[in-house]
């Protein structure tokens, strides 16, 4: 597959779209247009790197979760710097790793916590936010709206951070096998497995005429 030069990241003409999710899990949306988001938790670390060239050399743009406790690193304030400068979107992973269950004021400093150093490092704010494992109920889903972000669950979940670790050929179908438009793809950078699979995952969601967007630009064109 040639390679493609990253392009900057297209922003949705205005932003009323984002009322379609505020204040609700996004899952996936519903759209006639072949679009997918792959996201990718658990960064920055070096493989979020070579992430973002596999995307960039299939044309495709990613979403990438960032949390505080990896951003801290000085190497990692470069690669989420990275992450933005190529044209893809940074997003909020919480501060400490951990779900957005506990109390309001937990919840926000979770958000908030992450989210200044994210803005300090790129001079950018986050639209979404996904906590671990996915994590969120209704004061959650409030602490969210509150502090301006949107929050992202997703439809297909390639398994990959399961131990043992998913084999390449595993994480490959489990994601292949049942996209469809508008689904939102979880994947981790923090297994090399993940990252095996990703080039034979791009090709085939090329091969099916998809485009791989950000979570804003899938979000912008459709629906819950």
């Known amino acids: 597959t040639p390679t493609v030069e990253p392009t900057a990241t297209p922003v949705p003409p205005d932003t009323s779209w984002m009322e379609r999710y505020r204040g609700r899990k996004m899952t996936r949306i519903q759209t006639s247009q072949r679009l997918v988001a792959l996201t990718f938790d658990d960064g920055p670390n070096y493989r979020t790197r070579t992430a973002v060239d596999i995307l960039d050399s299939f ?15 000085p190497d990692n304030a470069l690669v ?7 044209g893809h ?33 790129t001079g950018k704010e986050t639209t979404w936010v ?9 004061t959650g889903l409030e602490a969210t709206r509150r502090t301006g972000h949107l929050y992202a669950q997703w439809s297909i979940d390639s398994l990959d951070s399961r131990r043992p670790y998913t084999e390449p ?8 096998d ?21 080039p034979r995952i791009c090709a085939e969601l090329q091969r ?13 064109a459709g629906s819950p």
């Open 59 to 73: 044309g495709g743009k990613g979403t990438f979760f960032a949390t505080w406790w990896c951003s801290r690193q």
């Open 208 to 220: 099916r005429g998809y485009r791989m967007v950000t979570l804003s630009e899938l979000a912008a």
């Open 89 to 121: 979107e940074l997003a909020n992973h919480t501060t400490h790793h951990k779900p957005l269950t506990k109390s309001y004021a937990f919840d926000i400093a979770e958000i908030m916590g992450i989210e200044r150093m994210l803005i300090s490092q």
């Open 130 to 138: 996904r906590a671990m494992g996915g994590g969120v109920n209704a």
């Open 178 to 198: 049942q996209v469809g438009p508008g689904d939102v793809i979880l994947l981790h950078v923090t297994h090399p497995e993940s990252l095996a699979a990703l």
């Open 80 to 86: 989420n710097q990275y992450v933005v400068a190529q």
């Open 169 to 176: 050929d595993k994480i490959y179908h489990n994601v292949v």
